[in-house]
């Protein structure tokens, strides 16, 4: 069976990210969903929860995903999955730039690591995790841009 594994912080997982999702499992039996914590990136939203919303989200994909967290470094941890591919999605010029400084380093760290790029639908080229949650905490509307369940979280935690 041949898997990929989508590493990324899905803080939180948007229609775009599904859509990769989707279309890599053309290219392979198996994507699994890796949640890992990034430096740069806000941590807010728990891990836990993170995981329990890729979930919902990819639902409908059955037993063609696993969601998983992990710590330490990507290549590690693709190489405790049993394969060497690495997916993700690229929106803009500027995503490219910041994917292929993450690719070069990793493929220094191994080099039998191969990327698996795939440009995200020209439908959620602008869509971006962090723009929902600015909306999301600013009382907008996102449920265009996530799975419901994803709308119901952030609703609710706007009324605690
Ligand atoms: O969706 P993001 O926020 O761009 O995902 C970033 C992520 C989690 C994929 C990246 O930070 C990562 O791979 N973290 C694991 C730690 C690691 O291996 N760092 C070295 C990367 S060159």
Known sequence: MSSVVYPGSFNPITHGHTNIVERALSLFDHV????????????????????ELCRAALGHLGDQ???????????????????RFVLRGLRTLTDYDYEFQMLSMNQSLDQDIEYVLLPTAHKWSFLSSSRV?????LGG???????????DYYKEQAQS
């Open 141 to 151: 509307d996102i449920s265009n841009f996530v799975h419901p369940a994803i709308a």
């Open 32 to 51: 699994v969903v890796a949640i890992g914590t990034s430096v740069d990136k806000d941590p807010t939203t728990y891990l836990a929860e993170r995981m």
């Open 133 to 137: 949650r600015e909306i999301a905490a």
């Open 65 to 83: 995903i696993t969601v998983e967290g992990f710590n330490g470094l990507l290549v590690d941890y693709v190489r405790s999955k049993n394969t």
